[in-house]
Nanobody, 121 residues
């Protein structure tokens, strides 16, 4: 069984910063890619940033230049550094991983429970 646990969310003022963490635990054999998504009230979940096992990154337009995704493979942890936050960044942020676990030959997709980020104006 694989678990993804996010942390680091909270309330911050416009222009502030937050660093989200997502720790993966369980019988993990290999990670293909990890990502952060977010979902604001009344809106669809959207991709924020993604990082592959060979450290290629992709950012959505709203995140590029303000957010940075990174990993600590030794800790099975992925981070999202968010700077210059805006009220429209308010959302629940979810960690997502595409990985092999439990001796399976197939990659599966896992989600964390989410962490709330609120940016006040």
């Amino acid at each position: 069984q694989v678990h993804l646990v996010e942390s680091g969310g909270g309330l911050v003022q416009r222009g502030g910063s937050l660093r989200l963490s997502c720790a993966a635990s369980g019988d993990i054999d290999n990670v293909n890619a990890t990502a952060w998504h977010r979902q604001a009230p009344g809106k669809q979940r959207e991709l924020v940033a993604l990082i592959t096992s060979d450290d290629h990154t992709h950012y959505s337009d709203f995140a590029r230049g303000r957010f940075t995704i990174s990993t600590d493979n030794a800790k099975n942890t992925v981070y999202l550094q968010m700077n210059s936050l805006k009220p429209e960044d308010t959302a629940v942020y979810y960690c997502n991983a595409d990985l092999l676990a439990g001796g399976s030959n197939y990659y599966a997709n896992y989600w964390g429970q989410g962490t709330q980020v609120t940016v006040s104006s």
